[in-house]
């Protein structure tokens, strides 16, 4: 009757383990599949962040961008004028007509 109870012990310890394995390994596999998703998310979250402060810099940038090429525009529309006051001048002083009323004598 002794090795019977060795016997029926050793039997429950591998069905009762056995048992409760069966139970946890659905739990293991959630769980593991949950960590795995949760790191997924933190990459896309962490993507997402990069993503909005690269658009926040480029958007700085372009409006940068924009008042500098204005300031272009406002100096190249100033020397676009003064050239042609200095043309209008040229044009004046190379005027051989002494009768010519553009002439300029200096």
Do not use: H, P
């Not at 599949?33 to 997402?48: F, G, L, N, P, S």
């Not at 924009?66 to 003064?82: A, G, P, R, T, W």
């Amino acid at each position: 009757m002794y090795i019977t109870e060795i016997i029926i012990g050793l039997i429950s310890m591998i069905v009762g383990g056995g048992g409760i394995w069966l139970f946890t390994i659905k739990s293991t596999r959630e769980k593991a599949r949950a960590e795995a998703m949760k790191e997924v998310q933190d990459v896309y979250q962490e993507t997402i962040t990069d993503l909005r402060e690269d658009k926040r810099l480029l958007k700085e940038e372009k409006d940068s961008l924009i008042v500098e090429i204005n300031e272009m525009k406002q100096s190249i529309y100033s020397l676009k004028k003064d050239v042609e006051q200095l043309k209008m001048k040229n044009m004046r002083e190379k005027c051989l007509n002494f009768a010519c009323k553009e002439r300029i004598i200096e």
